[in-house]
């Protein structure tokens, strides 16, 4: 299992900033969809945001939409999560991943209701905001 390396998260206040970072190896980054998913204990795993291979793009949950910001570097194999204005609803492990989508049911469509398979998946870092 190919595994990603993710850097950044930590605790913060209310309203308070983070950036998450992933590398990937070369051969995954190049012919993967990017994401960060999230996942509190006894909840289900959700996709945050997801950049495509190209970085043309991109997906967001509901909640986190003029808030977050992902980007990924092609030079250097690597995807971003910036996240502002945080909120306590916010705090979960963040994994980073590459995943696979379905060609026939389009880019937004496969993030929001689950039609993508993980191909590598990051260890998770925790993101706390606390009140």
């Known amino acids: 299992q190919v595994q990603l390396v993710e850097s950044g998260g930590g605790l913060v206040q209310v309203g308070g900033s983070l950036r998450l970072s992933c590398a990937a190896p070369e051969d995954i980054f190049s012919r993967h969809t990017m994401g960060w998913f999230r996942q509190d204990p006894g909840q289900e795993r959700e996709p945050v945001a997801a950049?495509?291979?190209?970085?043309?793009?991109?997906y967001y949950t509901t909640s986190v939409e003029g808030r977050f910001t992902i980007s990924r570097d092609n030079v250097n194999q690597t995807v971003s999560l910036e996240m502002n204005g945080l909120q306590p609803e916010d705090t979960a492990v963040y994994h980073c991943?590459?995943?696979?989508?379905?060609?026939?049911?389009?880019?937004?469509?496969?993030?929001?209701?689950?039609?993508?398979?993980?191909?590598?998946w990051g260890q998770g870092t925790q993101v706390t905001v606390t009140a």
């Open positions: 991943a590459a995943i696979e989508l379905p060609a026939d049911i389009g880019f937004t469509n496969a993030l929001k209701y689950g039609g993508y398979i993980f191909r590598a």
């Open positions: 950049v495509s291979r190209s970085g043309t793009l991109s």
